[in-house]
T-cell receptor, first 116, second 112 residues
Framework: NAGVMQNPRHLVRRRGQEARLRCSPMKGHSHVYWYRQLPEEGLKFMVYLQKENIIDESGMPKERFSAEFPKEGPSILRIQQVVRGDSAAYFC??????????????FGPGTRLLVL | DQQVKQNSPSLSVQEGRISILNCDYTNSMFDYFLWYKKYPAEGPTFLISISSIKDKNEDGRFTVFLNKSAKHLSLHIVPSQPGDSAVYFCAASAGGGNKLVFGAGTILRVKS
C-alpha cells in the first residue's frame, strides 16, 4: 500500500515564476491537507480539502496561493509569482473518511521549494 | 501565538535509557494530541496519539501521558535506541477538526 506521494521532491524557481506542487493521497484516503515548514520551525497548516471541495483554507495566504483537489488526479498547491519568502518545505498529508472520531494524518515526503 | 510549545530544542540520551519529550499547550479546546517523528529530508511519521478522555496511551516502547489540568503532555521512549534519533513533533487538534497545530519540535539524539 503506497504512502502519500508528492512531486517534485525539489523545486527551484526564480522570483516571479509559478510553482506547482502535487500530492497523491494514500489509497482509500479522501481528505488532503497541506502544511508548510519554514527553517527551524514546526509545520503550519495551510489548507484542508476533500474531493472538489475546500473545507478549511484558514492557513492559506490571501494572495498568490491556491489549492485544489479535483475529482480525478492529485491535489495541487499552486503558488503564483513566487518570492524568496516562499522558500520552504511543503508537506501534504492524507486521512481516510471516518464516520466518527479524529482522523490520523499521514504525511508525504514533502516538496522543498527554493526561490532564487 | 504559539498554541503548542516544545520548550526543549534538543535532548541527548544514552542508548537503553528513557527519553522524555515534553509538550505544553494553551488552547483548552484541543482534545486530540499526536506525536510525529521526522528524519531529515523526509515527511513526519505518525507515532502515537491520545484523546483527551484518556491520560495515558501505550504502544510498544512509546507511551504518551496527558495532564489536562496542566495542559501538558509527554512522550516516553523506553528503551531508547540510536534509530530513535530524529526530530519529534507534538501536534494537537480541536473539536474533531482536522487542522493540526504543531510545536516547533525537539531534536532527540540517542548515543550508543
Amino acid at each position: 500500500n503506497a504512502g502519500v506521494m508528492q512531486n517534485p521532491r525539489h523545486l527551484v524557481r526564480r522570483r516571479g515564476q509559478e510553482a506547482r506542487l502535487r500530492c497523491s493521497p494514500m489509497k482509500g484516503h479522501s481528505h488532503v491537507y497541506w502544511y508548510r515548514q519554514l527553517p527551524e520551525e514546526g509545520l503550519k497548516f495551510m489548507v484542508y480539502l476533500q474531493k472538489e471541495n475546500i473545507i478549511d483554507e484558514s492557513g492559506m495566504p490571501k494572495e498568490r496561493f491556491s489549492a485544489e483537489f479535483p475529482k480525478e488526479g492529485p491535489s495541487i498547491l499552486r503558488i503564483q509569482q513566487v518570492v524568496r519568502g516562499d522558500s520552504a518545505a511543503y508537506f501534504c498529508a492524507s486521512s481516510p473518511r471516518l464516520t466518527g472520531g479524529v482522523e490520523t494524518q499521514y504525511f508525504g515526503p514533502g516538496t522543498r521549494l527554493l526561490v532564487l | 501565538d504559539q498554541q503548542v510549545k516544545q520548550n526543549s530544542p534538543s535532548l541527548s540520551v544514552q542508548e537503553g535509557r528513557i527519553s522524555i519529550l515534553n509538550c505544553d499547550y494553551t488552547n483548552s479546546m484541543f482534545d486530540y494530541f499526536l506525536w510525529y517523528k521526522k528524519y531529515p529530508a523526509e515527511g513526519p511519521t505518525f507515532l502515537i496519539s491520545i484523546s483527551s478522555i484518556k491520560d495515558k496511551n501505550e504502544d510498544g516502547r512509546f507511551t504518551v501521558f496527558l495532564n489536562k489540568s496542566a495542559k501538558h503532555l509527554s512522550l516516553h521512549i523506553v528503551p531508547s535506541q540510536p534509530g530513535d534519533s530524529a526530530v519529534y513533533f507534538c501536534a494537537a487538534s480541536a473539536g474533531g477538526g482536522n487542522k493540526l497545530v504543531f510545536g516547533a519540535g525537539t531534536i532527540l539524539r540517542v548515543k550508543s
